[in-house]
């Protein structure tokens, strides 16, 4: 079997956690090892199953070298978790308010004087913020919410993209000294996966020019603005289909995952095998890896697995 080969029967196997456990997302060879061995040093990614989303995310940090790698003291921090929607946090649409709330700590703790969580929600914001239980749990750990409901909090950047050129972004993105990015993991409807990259459409005034212009070639663009330094990608629980806003949880699937990395390609490329699907069979994966943004070849990457 040649390298592409695996790649293709390989990567929907799963980031190697065992997820034959959940075979409505196992592709073909469930259960296999995606990656190649484990190497020293600090990891690429860290991949946690079977926790909480607080004690995952303790665990993945503490794998990956603890906050404080990222976070110095007296530093801005900015949260972008996905708060689109009018949801509750059993529906998946928005990101687990109990993983951002611990984020927010971490980065306290670690000795950043601010941590602002901001999103430019497409339903009612303030409905996206108390029924998502984001903004709260953000509150109670000592974050500050970003007004992003009108424009004048977004400032014309311009871009190095193939098709996104300039963009209006939030100020909270460009004003701080580290950014992560915590999507929920789901499907979507017209770019097939939301993961961290297209975590960042939350971070522009408008939308629609992503669609009217190539939704996969300007998810992609859109990260010459700036790569986040961590991206966790939330797969407590999973929309598998009719996302990015069913409110059925038939959709919905309980997978108690969580994948931590400094890379946003292998990040989504990591949220794309837990789907039980190939990151190339996600154009903006693919392109982003392209444009030199990140990897997409698990076999590249130096993976820490954790299960609790």
């Not at 004003?175 to 993961?195: Q, R, Y």
């Not at 309980?254 to 699907?277: C, E, F, P, R, Y």
């Not at 030199?292 to 590249?300: A, E, K, M, V, Y």
Request: net charge positive; with cysteine; aromatic share 6%.
């Amino acid at each position: 079997m040649n390298r592409r080969d695996f790649l293709k029967s390989g990567i929907a196997a799963g980031i190697g956690l065992g997820l034959s456990s959940f075979p409505r997302f196992a592709g073909p060879g469930a259960g296999g090892l995606a990656f190649g061995a484990e190497a020293a040093g600090l990891p690429d990614i860290v991949a946690v199953r079977n926790g909480e989303p607080e004690a995952m995310f303790d665990h993945g940090i503490a794998a990956m070298g603890g906050m404080g790698r990222f976070v110095k003291r007296g530093q801005t921090v900015a949260i972008k978790p996905n708060i689109s929607w009018n949801s509750e946090p059993e529906q998946a649409g928005c990101t687990n308010p109990a993983l951002v709330n611990r984020i927010v700590r971490h980065c306290l703790e670690a000795g950043a004087a601010r941590v602002v969580v901001f999103d430019h929600c497409i339903e009612h914001w303030q409905s996206c913020h108390e029924k998502s239980g984001i903004a709260a749990a953000a509150r109670e750990a000592g974050a500050v919410m970003a007004p992003s409901e009108t424009e004048r909090y977004y400032h014309k950047t311009g871009l190095k993209g193939k098709v996104l050129t300039e963009a209006l972004v939030h100020e909270a993105m460009l004003e701080c000294d580290v950014l992560v990015s915590v999507p929920v993991l789901k499907h979507h409807g017209g770019a097939g996966i939301t993961a961290s990259m297209k975590n960042f459409m939350g971070a522009v005034w408008d939308r629609r020019f992503y669609h009217a212009r190539g939704l996969q070639q300007c998810i992609a663009d859109f990260l010459s603005v700036r790569l986040p330094d961590l991206s966790v990608v939330d797969a407590y629980r999973c929309m598998v289909s009719n996302g990015p806003r069913s409110r059925s949880l038939s959709d919905v699937r309980l997978v108690k995952m969580q994948v931590l990395s400094t890379d946003i390609v292998a990040a989504d490329a990591s949220g794309a095998a837990i789907l039980g699907k190939r990151p190339e069979d996600f154009s903006h994966i693919r392109i982003a890896h392209e444009m030199g943004f990140g990897q997409i070849d698990p076999l590249r990457l130096n993976v820490r697995r954790i299960s609790l």
